[in-house]
């Protein structure tokens, strides 16, 4: 059985430890098997970049950030354009799926990932997908590999702005990735202690956000902690076209940096934005994520076994299990407004800039 793997869309820590995994369960489970590495993601398919791995290339990766197949960006809009041959991306992965000889594919990345992922399925490849993103937007899946870990590095950064935030009585804003999802800044924002959380899918008033900065100055805490997620907008944008946002925004100016200068000036007090930015994605994935990573990766040699295609691993509740891949693609996992995480944040006094209280059932 020839088996082809690659890994595709933003990187995280956990990539390697998933590819680990697979590899010591076929190598372990599956007589007679080989697996054949495609490089770069999609653009390797496309392009036929792809070469057979040894048992010991899987050797020593556990705890190593990135992936060793290397990755790229390949929108999922592009893939059935055709070029002027009258080809599409799709038709050259199909053909290469074939020349390689390959009797599965499987496809470690995020949303976009997973779109792909079922249109191959949809054309007669046999596809295994795994959930890969430290955004945690996967759609039927609690939880994604690389998530913990980029919620500890956050926390870890929360943690040392604090020091000195209070010492120097200033508010900070930290930036967290996420575009639009806000999974990985209301976590870390909870575990660092942040005293206001933005979101994506919680569109907040900027007088709110001045409201509680100046409240709290008032009640004698001179700092002042937010979260900001990448992709959080205000009310006002929430009901503008892209286009009209980044306007009034000012071209290349971050709604991070706009609300830094509207505090200063609006809750007069001293304030400094933070942007953790790739260190996010970075570095050795965490103890948790090293588990869920070999596990999620040895049960998709499981599936395999069994000849499960057309699927991507998930855990839910505490189970790892497997959804087809067509349920899943295109589908986003935003928080619920009612998420236990949102209450729990509301009942100890966080706020997200939304103007909204802590209801109690
Ligand atoms: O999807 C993961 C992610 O890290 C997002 O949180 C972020 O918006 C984006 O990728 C950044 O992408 P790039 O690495 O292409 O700059």
């Not at 995994?21 to 697996?35: C, D, H, L, S, T």
């Amino acid at each position: 059985m020839k088996i082809g793997i690659l890994t595709s869309g933003g990187d995280c820590p956990g990539l390697n430890a998933v590819i680990r995994g697979f590899a010591k369960y076929v190598y372990n489970q599956i007589p007679k098997a080989e697996i054949i590495g495609i490089s770069d993601g999609y653009g390797g398919l496309i392009n036929g970049e792809a070469h057979t791995l040894k048992e010991s290339d899987f050797s020593g990766i556990l705890n190593v950030g990135g992936t060793i197949l290397g990755t790229s960006r390949q929108p999922y809009k592009l893939m059935t354009q055709e070029d002027q041959n009258g080809q599409s991306k799709l038709d050259l992965m199909k053909k290469n799926y074939k020349k390689l000889g390959l009797d599965l594919l499987v496809t470690l990345g995020g949303a976009g990932t997973h779109k792909t992922a079922a249109l191959l399925s949809q054309n007669g490849c046999n596809v295994i997908g795994l959930p890969k993103t430290i955004d945690n937007d996967i759609w039927g899946t609690d939880v994604t590999f690389g998530f913990h870990t980029a919620v500890d590095i956050d926390t870890e950064c929360i943690d040392r702005i604090h020091t000195t935030a209070a010492s120097h009585g200033r508010t900070m804003l930290v930036e967290i990735m996420g575009n639009k999802v806000g999974w990985l800044t209301l976590y870390a924002g909870i575990a660092g202690g942040a005293d206001i959380i933005l979101l994506p899918e919680f569109p907040f008033d900027p007088d709110d956000v001045v409201k509680t900065v100046r409240k709290r100055i008032d009640n004698g805490k001179a700092f002042n902690i937010i979260a900001i997620a990448e992709g959080a907008i205000t009310k006002a944008e929430s009901k503008m076209k892209k286009q009209e946002k980044l306007e009034k925004r000012g071209g290349d100016v971050t709604l991070t940096s706009a609300l830094a200068r509207y505090i200063e000036k609006e809750a007069g007090v001293e304030t400094r934005t933070v942007v953790p930015g790739h260190l996010q994605r970075g570095g050795n994935p965490s103890p948790y994520d090293r588990l869920l990573s070999t596990e999620m990766g040895s049960f998709a040699g499981k599936l395999v076994e069994e000849g499960k295609f057309g699927t991507t691993v998930a855990v839910v509740n505490n189970k790892i299990t497997s959804n087809y891949l067509i349920d899943i693609a295109g589908k986003t996992k935003y928080i619920p407004k009612d998420h236990q995480m949102i209450g729990v944040a509301r009942s100890i006094g966080i706020s997200f800039g939304d103007g909204e209280k802590y209801e109690k059932n």
